[in-house]
């Protein structure tokens, strides 16, 4: 096959490619060829053979095999055949399978995007393993099949958190720091705004003012030995070469603090530096008493700042109950069939949040576009087996897109391609970038291609700025990343102008269903053509 042959989509046949003294052929490529033999005009053999690509830009490739000849051809004579078969590619371009006419056009409407993304925000912050998140997935799996889908939802058990309950506050205190100030206030900060605890902190118990901690401030903490920090709240400036969280826990603990805090100055200033959830890696559930168990929060610039310049005259009291269990993590799985033979193509994006915030663009609009996609491509019955899979567990650390590719690796085979949709939302007030990442470097003119399409179909979509970029998605942070490590041809689409996730301003008001039905109209149109 050709390199054009190589990009295109299996499963068509050809036609002969032979029909003198003149025919149009087909190859499952989508490339049309043209043959004219003019040994049965001349006594020369003459093959002119013209490539139309789908894309009507044409090649032509004039190639002559020469015999001893019976009389001179006019070369005008032999100019106006290629014309006239130039002239026939461009328009039998149109008229053969594979023509732009031919595509299948997929839309998603903004007003279903809108009515699958409040289905599930209205559940508010979801965070894997809570009664909110269990609720969006029982609500996605009837929405699902009353769509006609066949709906399943994997468990696989891991070690999870919640956070049930907190407090954080300064004390004054006396001249020796031995006692609270009678008859003065706490200065209490309010929880998700002025701090939010990091992914597996450890509870804290607070009895009486003996637990309350006294703070000790490192401005370029970048490793190694943390001194007098011992039995005190240890608070870590953040900065570009900070290590990561567990890195840093396991330094606090062998310091010996009571409490970490990171204190953001360096983190979306546009917020004015809110505190932002990450997560830390699972503890091992086989031996969770080796992970190093304190106490872990971030506060905001201005949180931070207070404490520091009132860390020699207060103390932090601080309060927080967040028990670990081992919970099940669930995966939904809407099932498409279409056709017999097992090869499909995966959709997918996760429908947990962090626990401090509703999780407007991440990723509530993701999952709302794979739910909206579901219920068209079932109304729609394109000829392409699909599943479309709402992940959880995302926000800890991918886990209900590690164990999906664990438990299916056996048959990862079938897998076409998988689609993952994270954060796609675009905040037109900001900016009007889409970028969709792919691996494929083939499938670039088909998406290119599918663009143009959907813009022919709704004309608005041409507000959004497009690109696509090759990517290792196999690196990336996101539910593609564990199909890409297993080979498995991956896209990821992704929005802009959204700061304010995993805070809690990423609300309803950021999101867009207009840019989610247009990521995923693309994104489908694409899809149930090129892998058909």
């Known amino acids: 096959a050709s390199d054009v042959d190589k990009r295109q989509p299996r499963g068509r046949?050809?036609?002969p490619r032979r029909q003198p003294p003149f025919h149009v052929s087909s190859s499952w490529a989508s490339v049309i060829h043209f043959h004219i033999g003019l040994k049965s005009l001349f006594q020369h053999s003459h093959a002119v053979r013209i490539k139309a690509p789908v894309t009507n830009i044409i090649r032509v490739d004039v190639r002559f095999t020469m015999r001893p000849p019976a009389l001179r051809i006019p070369r005008r004579l032999l100019v106006v055949a290629a014309v006239l078969l130039l002239a026939g590619a461009v328009a039998a371009s149109?008229?053969?399978?594979g023509g732009e006419e031919e595509w299948e056009v997929v839309v998603v409407s903004p007003t279903l995007a809108h009515e699958t993304f409040q289905l599930l925000y209205s559940f508010g912050p979801r965070l894997t393993g809570t009664e909110s998140c269990e609720a969006a997935v029982e609500a996605s799996v009837s929405y699902l099949s009353a769509a006609g889908l066949n709906v399943t939802v994997e468990r696989h058990p891991h070690v999870l958190f919640e956070v049930r309950s907190s407090y954080l506050a300064l004390i004054p205190y006396g001249p020796a720091m031995n006692f609270p100030l009678p008859g003065r206030e706490p200065l209490e900060f309010v929880h998700a705004v002025d701090y939010v605890f990091q992914g597996y902190s450890w509870s804290y118990t607070w009895n009486d003012f003996r637990d309350d901690l006294e703070v000790t401030y490192v401005e370029n903490y970048e490793g190694g030995p943390i001194r007098g920090a011992s039995g005190k709240a240890l608070v870590l400036q953040m900065h570009e070469d900070l290590p990561g969280n567990l890195e840093l826990m396991k330094a606090a603990k062998r310091a010996g603090a009571k409490a970490l805090i990171i204190h953001n100055t360096r983190y979306d200033p546009d917020l004015n530096y809110p505190p932002i959830f990450k997560s830390s890696p699972e503890p091992p559930s086989a031996d969770p008493e080796s992970y190093p168990k304190i106490p872990f929060l971030m506060v905001s610039r201005d949180a931070g700042n207070i404490i520091r310049t009132q860390m020699n005259t207060t103390k932090l009291r601080l309060k927080a109950d967040i028990p670990w269990s081992v919970k099940e993590v669930p995966v939904v799985v809407a099932t498409y069939t279409a056709r017999s033979g097992q090869s499909y193509v995966i959709f997918g994006g996760h429908m947990d949040t962090v626990y401090n915030g509703p999780g407007g663009v991440d990723n509530t609009a993701g999952a709302a576009t794979v739910m909206a996609l579901a219920v068209r491509w079932a109304e729609l019955s394109p000829s392409l087996n699909a599943r479309f899979l709402l992940f959880t567990g995302e926000e800890e650390g991918l886990f209900g897109s590690t164990?999906?590719?664990?438990?299916?690796?056996?048959?990862?085979g079938e897998v076409l391609a998988m689609f993952n949709f994270d954060m796609n939302n675009v905040v037109l007030s900001v900016c009007n970038r889409v970028t969709v990442s792919y691996e494929?470097?083939?499938?670039?003119?088909?998406?290119?291609?599918?663009l143009k399409l959907i813009l022919r179909e709704t004309p608005s979509w041409g507000r959004y700025e497009v690109s696509f970029r090759y990517t290792d998605l196999s690196r990336v942070g996101s539910d593609c990343a564990p199909f890409s490590r297993e080979g498995v041809s991956s896209?990821?689409?992704?929005?802009?102008?959204s700061r304010?996730?995993?805070?809690?301003?990423?609300?309803?008001?950021?999101?867009?269903?207009?840019?989610?039905?247009?990521t995923s109209s693309l994104m489908a149109t694409f899809a149930v053509n090129y892998y058909s």
């Open 440 to 450: 494929d470097n083939s499938s670039v003119g088909d998406l290119k291609r599918a």
């Open 94 to 97: 149109t008229l053969m399978r």
């Open 500 to 518: 304010e996730y995993h805070t809690p301003y990423d609300d309803s008001t950021r999101v867009f269903p207009d840019s989610l039905a247009f």
């Open 13 to 15: 046949c050809p036609l």
């Open 403 to 412: 164990d999906y590719v664990s438990a299916h690796r056996g048959e990862l």
């Open 491 to 497: 896209y990821s689409v992704w929005g802009c102008g």
